[in-house]
């Protein structure tokens, strides 16, 4: 069991930066592929960026590349999300994830995420 917490969202001016994090429960953080989506209302959850859990490999949906970065300290249990030159479109709440793949894969689908947390939300003003 995994419980997730995210923290650092907020309102920013369009060309800002915020930068978010998850906080994670539990001793096998190392174990799980971590990422981050996003959802505005009236839409479905969009994957963002995943990290994975050996290598550090890292994945971004093609809007937020060059943006934004994620990462992870697992001797803090704690996931991150960088994000720098926000735009308005980036405006949503955002949710990490975790799952657990005994392949390592790195899933793009909410469904093949097991642990949420309870989101936070993003404004970007123009």
């Known amino acids: 069991q995994v419980q997730l917490v995210e923290s650092g969202g907020g309102l920013v001016q369009a060309g800002g930066s915020l930068r978010l994090s998850c906080a994670a429960s539990g001793r096998t953080f190392s174990m799980y592929t971590m990422a981050w989506f996003r959802q505005v209302p009236g839409k479905e959850r969009e994957f963002v960026a995943a990290i994975s859990r050996d290598d550090g490999s890292t994945y971004y949906t093609d809007s937020v590349k060059g943006r934004f970065t994620i990462s992870r300290d697992n001797a803090k249990n704690t996931e991150y999300l960088q994000m720098n030159s926000l735009k308005p479109e980036d405006t949503a709440v955002y949710y990490c994830?975790?799952?657990?793949?005994?392949?390592?894969?790195?899933?793009?689908?909410?469904?093949?995420?097991?642990?949420w947390g309870q989101g936070t939300q993003v404004t970007v003003s123009s």
């Open positions: 994830a975790a799952g657990f793949d005994p392949l390592s894969r790195v899933p793009t689908t909410p469904q093949r995420y097991r642990y």
